[in-house]
């Protein structure tokens, strides 16, 4: 019989939409990779998957009703168990043989090979190919177990004994091979050829499927379903931007919400409401959030990308008069403005300075106090950090920010939307008089939130964000509240990306072990000095995200394990790096210098000091003192300078008064003396390659 298609369908209740997404790709993917192990799959197979709200679906090209018959070695046993003086066989390989379906007519042409140290009798048969409805039973038993399901739901069967337990109740299976039903079990039901329609748009009636290949239309002329995840996505999409584009305007962009929205409709209707223009006097960021959040809107931005009053809503219906539902989703969002307004006036009628008292009765953490012992943290932090960039005046308005940005905490809006702490803080220091480089800090200091984030916009927001970031990482470590593998419940690693970030692309001028030094005096007896192991953990951080940035790891490698504490400077020292890997003279350098780094660590004694001229006797040492003196001439005041590239390319003329020295000059010469005035001159060598970074890390 030739490959035909295959058609699986589970018809359960409303699936999580949040999950839809991911749980029908792991339906099929599982179901995929099962058959194709189990050889059903032909090789140009094609799978389709199917996720709507309610069902989840593969559709699978080339599947055979069985498998290809394949040829074993099965092993038996040890040649000296199996047969006797003679060569026979004895009662243990004749019982090994009847339970593999042969017998002792097949003893001659078994097969001898040595397997481990024992040479054992080996049957050559041939395996039967799995039948489609056991490959598929496994395979399904395989996927329902695998399921990435968020939260498992306990219910009873039709019985009224046996309980099942999965993400929804399940009411239907469907499996077909082409036009034939394939009777798997799962569940507590057996597969046949029905499935339903959209819950209100179809006519009520089981649908039955005529052959795997006809589900996707039959499903979308008779139930009124567009299966198709990825096609009812884009039916949406294009339905909210032709919406939009007749009002002459877009849509919010929200790739999460787009495919919430997804998992929530079987047939989109894409509906134009309006609400109340009094309500745009709230920000724009409480508006947009309650209509997602609450609502699953999607608010309509004007061309300059303002907040209007037209939002669009996609029904699940397509009724002829949609009036209706128009209706019923304005009234349903007016509350929720009203709400909104209504925190809003309520929060401006006090000062950010006035809620301040309140912070010190909100719990931080049992170990470092309340939130009213951070505040101050961070403020001395802010204030010491800002004189350090930019002195008295802007440690005066990072002190005043720091001093302020968690008061919004305690509004009402952010107690009901706490995704705008931050930004409620903006706008209330504005309301108050604050000057907008301290309301604007306010706003910013959770940046970045994310990768890719913004940075705060002006530096008073650098000050207060870097000093929240320093004392969250300081203050964690310092009591041992580290992350360890998948686990990072406080964030530490996006704290930590923030603050390098920030370092990095601002070019702030400040060292990293002088901020910790700064942050640690502010818990006082709180923590143990936890500077090594963060200092390990930023490092770690960085190499991180210079890999992503396309860095090779020996060129990140060679820059970070001299810990360059001004990480302003690392990209420069990376580039230099790839410059100076690029000459024809680094590999040679590169080895010479790791050479070099082993015979320092292996010498006794102190090292270092002035070379003393009149003890360097041999030729090649005096060349190689001369041109590193030459050299260094040039590439200090390069790399004083921050010309790192220049610098070491200088280096590279290095490479043949190195060779040579390495080929004619025993550097342990037994003479004491000799031997530490040649280790002082690698010593100073050594130093100037390794400026900028630990050129060793090179070498191949």
Known sequence: MSPQSLLIELFVEELPPKSLKKLGDAFGAVLVDSLKAQGLVGANAVATTFASPRRLALHLTEVAARGVDKAVLQKLVPVSVGLDAQGNATPVLLKKLAAAGADASVVPSLKRAVDGKAETLFLDKIEPGVVLLDGLQKALDDTLAKLPIPKVMTYQLADGWSNVKFVRPAHGLCALHGSDIVPVKALGLVANRQTMGHRFESSGQAIVVREANSYVQQLEQEGAVLASFAARRAEVERQLQSKAKAEGLVPIDDAALLDEVTGLVERPNVLLCRFEEEFLAVPPECLILTMKQNQKYFPLLDAKGTL???????????????????GGNERVVRPRLADAKFFFDQDRK??????LPGLAKVVYHNKLGTQGDRVERVRTLSRSIGTVLGGEALALQAERAAQLAKADLLTDMVGEFPELQGIMGGYYARHDGEPMAIAEAIEDHYKPRFAGDQLPRNMVGVCVAL???LETL????GIGQVP???KDPFALRRHALGAIRMLVDKQLPIALDQLIAMAVPVFGALITNPAAALQEFLFDRLASSLKEQGYTAQEIEAVT???PQRLAEVNKRLSAVRAFAALPEAA??????KRIGNILKKSEGAIGGAVRTELLVDAKEQELHAALAKVAAVAEPKFAAGDYQGGLVACA???GPVDAFFDTVMVNAEDLALRQNRLALLSQLHALMNRVADLSKLAA
């Open 561 to 563: 394990s001299l810990r």
């Open 467 to 469: 000093a929240d970031k």
């Open 350 to 355: 006090k000062t950010l300075a006035m809620r």
């Open 588 to 593: 040679s350098l590169a080895a010479a210098n």
């Open 474 to 477: 300081v203050g964690m470590f």
């Open 484 to 486: 360890t593998g998948d």
């Open 308 to 326: 209007t009053n037209k939002f669009l809503v996609v029904s699940n219906i397509r009724p002829v008069d949609a009036s209706a539902v128009i």
């Open 653 to 655: 003329a290095l490479r």
